[in-house]
């Protein structure tokens, strides 16, 4: 079946990627990030000086701040950056940069559908930039439920959301050996367990009526989509790399 | 968090530079830095570069009531916060002086020197007007985010398309962009602000300061002018006194600016609405 | 500045080995698996952090790398905050004044200490006065996540100030933390090139803060620019680019 945007022609199909990492000369990170028609930047300082009301005694202070495309932060923007920060929170060793703040600003560049999971994945590539030490990265993906199909769609745009019965917001970690012939093996093991699913969710937020067995193919489906994320993630860095290593390689 | 002032290094070298006639970037006085203009998919969504500074423009547009003494303006509103993204010193909810200041140089450029042709904004007579709304968002601050938001904000008004309306006495029909072509807005004139900063009592002046030219600066004056040589704005806030004749040395340089800068805008747009038609065919 | 899109090949090139943060360290490699007294020691250095359940894991985006001299592991990455760590060489500007020290900043999320006496051959009657705004390269003598860093103007071993203490005019450039270790290598590409050209003087501190200094402004606004814009060119790109700025001066 197409998809509304024609430019699909599957429902698990995912727009394209784009990514662009320290493009921010002031912020100590910077990525932007683009599912298709939807773009997020994001920008983060720090470890960088922590406010007194703000400071914490044994780890850094992780504050998010989204801003949206059009008109004054409401509490659609509130919501997003309460997502990203307790998402984050986990996820960053906060304990190695004590009474410090990490700055993270979500600004929305360009709307068509799925903000929230663009936001994510442009974050962790941010983050990346900054070096700010990470337990493990994260991909993101969201899909809805077509209300008359009943058919599941991966990354819907903003014309397909419309027409939806639930929409499901995913984010898993990504928690693999480094490739190398000695630990192949357990690599694959390790990729099992995430076929199943078990400690890989890191956010779900799902609106809508759906059933049970609705939510967990959603999550599978989702699950696929988030390692394309994850290995679009890794060529991105490695890309960066390689610029940085040119005069070494030489 | 504050800003870090420079060292006393950085300071003294600035200004002995701009003794022996340089600049720390390599630019003579009267350069701008490279402007670059990106338009998004979407109609009145414009990125500007001025070297490492960078500002969104995103304009949108509703259908509102309007004020009973004014029953045919429509409405034009900024908004131009600055966000955390463009420096650490830019706080969520609390402006600074700096703040307040480039946001009023803004308003007074854009808004009061009526580029926007507010009257043809009118659907119904004290029944509904558009209102268009011009959201500027700062990603990287270095140095003279007036002059780029300005940039941004007029190419972003000339860019911008609103659907097409139909009235028949009293029922006003708003057509989406598939059903008519949108409509671009009336805009009079294209007014470019062009900043400069004065250094060594007011001897030395350059034009479109970086962040460390700004922080070492002694007094600056923005001028906004259009390709007409009309000057719509001026602004000097503080700072060092200066000679009426330097005024008018500015304005001399400020032209020669303001018509590279417009040719620039007019050619970039023309270029998209040429990518646009051949993606519509 | 970086940018892919998902045209581009996603294959992985062999190349340097990658790791992102929650890759494990291959624990055949490096001997982890091994227990008991004979298990070889392992030495972590920055971008690597024991976890929970007892794996080695990456914290950083970057290169792992390895030396058999004591089985050492570390990513090398890049950044642009930065982070005291003892014994690196830093170039910082005096924010502030106490009776005991000076506060220098050197980047970090908190400024530096550097006491008044922590120069070659200072005594409370006779010891250097420095003003806020003054530009120093010194040493880390301490770092601790919990505590602001210390710094010192001398070599601790010989008492001798060895280079450290106030730089005088020059120009100082921010730069990322990688490309700032990449100036220290004594065989740097566009050193070398600019240094057939034009004698200047440098210090480049850890901390992404390089110091030039050099007889004319224009030459060290030459070698500020070609240092900062050589970061992402290859050997070839690198020769063109400061050959193209020396021709204009």
Not at chain 1, 191 to 219: H, K, M, P
Not at chain 2, 10 to 33: C, P, S, W
Not at chain 2, 104 to 131: H, N, P, Q
Not at chain 2, 155 to 172: C, N, Q, S, Y
């Amino acid at each position: 079946m197409s998809r509304l945007d024609r430019t699909r022609t599957s429902a698990h199909q995912l727009r394209p990627f784009f990514s662009s990492q320290n493009l921010l000369n002031r912020a100590d990170g910077s990525a932007q990030f683009d599912f298709g028609g939807s773009s997020v930047l994001c920008s983060v300082v720090g470890p960088a000086e922590v406010k007194i009301r703000q400071e914490k005694l044994d780890k850094a202070t992780i504050e998010v701040i989204a801003r949206p495309l059009v008109g004054l932060p409401g509490v659609a923007d509130k919501a997003r950056e309460r997502s990203i920060q307790e998402t984050l929170e986990p996820l960053i060793l906060s304990s190695l940069h004590p009474r410090t703040l990490v700055q993270i600003v979500v600004q929305t560049m360009k709307d068509d559908g799925c903000i929230l999971s663009t936001a994510f994945n442009a974050t962790i590539l941010a983050l990346l930039d900054a070096g700010i030490p990470l337990q493990s990265i994260l991909g993101s993906v969201t899909c809805m439920i077509d209300s008359e199909t009943n058919e599941i769609l991966l990354d819907p745009t903003t014309e397909e959301l419309a027409r939806s019965k639930s929409t499901h917001v995913f984010v898993f970690d990504n928690k693999t050996s480094i490739a190398g012939s000695a630990n192949k093996d357990q690599a694959k093991d390790q990729d099992q367990d995430q076929d199943s699913l078990e400690g890989a969710i890191l956010y779900s937020d799902s609106t809508g009526i759906f059933t049970e067995n609705e939510y967990f193919e959603c999550a599978h489906a989702g699950f696929k989509a988030a390692q394309a994320v994850h290995g679009f993630i890794r060529t991105a860095v490695q890309k960066k790399l390689e610029k940085e290593y040119q005069q070494t390689q030489a | 968090m504050k800003e870090a002032d420079p060292s006393t290094n950085e300071r003294e070298f600035l200004l002995q530079a701009l003794k022996d006639g340089a600049r720390i970037d390599g630019r003579k006085f009267y350069d701008f830095r490279t402007l670059r203009l990106e338009f998004g998919s979407e109609y009145g969504a414009v990125e500007v570069q001025l070297g490492n500074t960078r500002v969104l423009a995103k304009v949108s547009c509703e259908v509102i009531r309007p004020y009973t003494d004014k029953p045919t303006e429509g409405f034009l509103t900024f908004n131009t916060e600055l966000s955390p993204m463009a420096s650490a010193a830019f706080e969520v909810g609390r402006q600074t002086d700096e703040e307040v200041l480039v946001s009023r140089l803004i308003e007074k450029a854009m808004k009061r020197s009526r580029a926007l042709d507010t009257e043809g904004l009118c659907i119904v007579a004290g029944e509904k007007v558009w209102s268009i709304r011009v959201d500027i968002h700062f990603l990287d601050h270095d140095g003279n985010l007036v002059d780029a938001a300005c940039i941004a904000a007029i190419t972003a008004l000339l860019h911008f398309r609103r659907p097409d309306v139909t009235v028949v006495g009293e029922d006003v029909t708003i057509h989406t962009l598939e059903q008519r072509n949108p409509v671009p807005l009336s805009v009079h004139h294209i007014p470019i602000c062009v900043t400069f900063a004065f250094f060594d009592n007011g001897e030395r002046m350059i034009v479109d300061p970086t962040f460390l030219e700004e922080q070492v600066k002694e007094g600056d004056m923005t001028m906004t002018l259009n390709v007409h040589k009309e000057v719509c704005a001026l602004s000097k806030a503080g700072g060092i006194p200066m000679d009426l004749d330097q005024i008018l040395q500015c304005t001399r340089v400020a032209i020669v600016k303001v018509t590279e800068i417009t040719a620039q805008i007019q050619a970039a747009l023309d270029t998209d609405a040429k990518k646009r038609q051949v993606s519509r065919k | 500045m970086t940018s892919i899109t998902t045209d581009q090949d996603m294959e992985q090139t062999p190349g340097p080995n990658i790791v992102l943060p929650g890759d494990l360290l291959p624990p055949t490699a490096s001997g982890l698996l091994e227990d008991g007294p004979t298990a070889p020691v392992i030495k972590l250095g920055p971008g690597l952090h024991p976890m929970d359940d007892d794996t080695i894991t990456a914290v950083k985006a970057g290169v792992l790398k390895h030396s058999e001299i004591g089985n050492r592991w570390w990513v090398e990455s890049n950044q642009r905050r930065y982070v005291a760590a003892a014994g690196e060489s830093v170039i910082g500007v005096v924010v502030g004044k106490t009776v005991e020290h000076y506060k220098v900043d050197i980047g970090t999320a908190q400024p530096a200490l550097l006491g008044v006496l922590a120069f070659e051959g200072a005594t409370k009657r006779n010891k250097p006065n420095l003003n806020i705004g003054a530009l120093l390269y010194c040493r880390i003598s301490l770092a601790n996540k919990d505590m602001e860093p210390e710094l010192e103007c001398m070599n601790p071993t010989t008492g001798k100030a060895d280079g450290y203490g106030e730089l005088k005019a020059g120009f100082v450039s921010k730069i990322s933390l990688g490309l700032a270790r990449r100036l220290l290598d004594p065989k740097s590409l566009v050193l070398r090139l600019l240094g057939q050209h034009i004698s200047f003087e440098m210090a480049t501190g850890m901390n992404g803060r390089v110091w030039i200094h050099s007889t004319s402004t224009k030459h060290t606004i030459l070698i500020c620019n070609a240092i900062k814009n050589s970061e992402y060119l290859d050997t070839q790109e690198c020769a063109t680019m400061v050959k193209n700025l020396v021709q204009k001066m």
